[in-house]
């Protein structure tokens, strides 16, 4: 995974399908559209350094302009309250991770 968040890629947009899980790879300057359903649990994992300016829309714990260090905790386990939601990444790169779904989720 974190070869496709390669900053190499930045032009690209990228998903991956690892078992249940869906990843979406957000350089900054992008965004992500998630069409998941109310409930449905979401993440945000800065790579290779800080996720500079994360702001989302439709998820219970928003974040706006945010700055997520390596290691934080600070976007992991948020839940989808609006569909769509949207994650935006003004620097950097996240991994926007769905643990789980199914098939309709693609």
Known sequence: VLAL????????????FLGEATVHVVHGGNEVRLDQPAG??????????????????GLAWPLT???????????VSNLIT??????SVAGGTALVVLPGGTEGDR
């Open 82 to 87: 609006e569909p769509p939601a949207t994650i």
């Open 5 to 16: 968040a390669d900053p190499a890629r930045a032009a690209l947009r990228i998903t991956a």
């Open 40 to 57: 449905a649990a979401v993440s945000i994992v800065p790579v290779g350094g800080p996720a500079l300016g994360v702001t989302t829309a």
């Open 65 to 75: 302009d945010a700055i997520l260090p390596p290691g934080t905790t600070r976007g």
